[in-house]
């Protein structure tokens, strides 16, 4: 599908992902980058090729370093007021580039992180996979 066409940002990213965000029925596959870093600057074009020829899933980037609010939102060890032996952000940063994804099938919620190779390939199958498996909360 086509790459998401504005960075997800401390206003829309809660609007945008998540159970009542409006892509919760799409799966989405976000890369969280830092401008000039090595390895994001390496994948940032791949990535964004990818999401202009990949059918299963819209890709969206966020930049950490301009998004502080989003930032101490996500790596927040706050508890989720339903579930309290779960943190309210279901994963933290603690290095980038990180690619994590959000499944439709299970209401848009944070599915998994991405593992493989930094390639259109992989980044093709992970998008296909997204939802296959139980969630697991971090």
């Known amino acids: 599908m086509v790459l998401y066409p ?22 989405v596959v976000v ?22 020829s990949d059918p299963n899933a819209i890709y969206a980037l966020v930049d950490t370093a301009n998004t502080p609010a989003l930032m101490d939102k996500v790596n927040s060890s706050a508890r989720h007021p339903k579930y309290p032996d779960r943190r309210l952000s279901p994963f933290t940063i603690q290095g980038v580039p990180l690619v994590v994804s959000y499944a439709a099938n299970k209401g848009g919620r944070f599915y998994s992180k991405f593992g493989g190779q930094r390639t ?19």
């Open 6 to 27: 504005n960075l997800l940002n401390e206003s829309n990213y809660s609007k945008k992902l998540g159970l009542n965000g409006d892509l919760a029925r799409k799966n």
């Open 31 to 52: 890369m969280f980058f830092r401008e000039g870093c090595g390895h994001c600057d390496h994948l940032k074009p791949t990535f964004i090729e990818a999401g202009k």
């Open 120 to 138: 259109e390939e992989d980044l093709h199958a992970y998008s296909a996979g997204i939802g296959t498996a139980p969630i697991t909360f971090v």
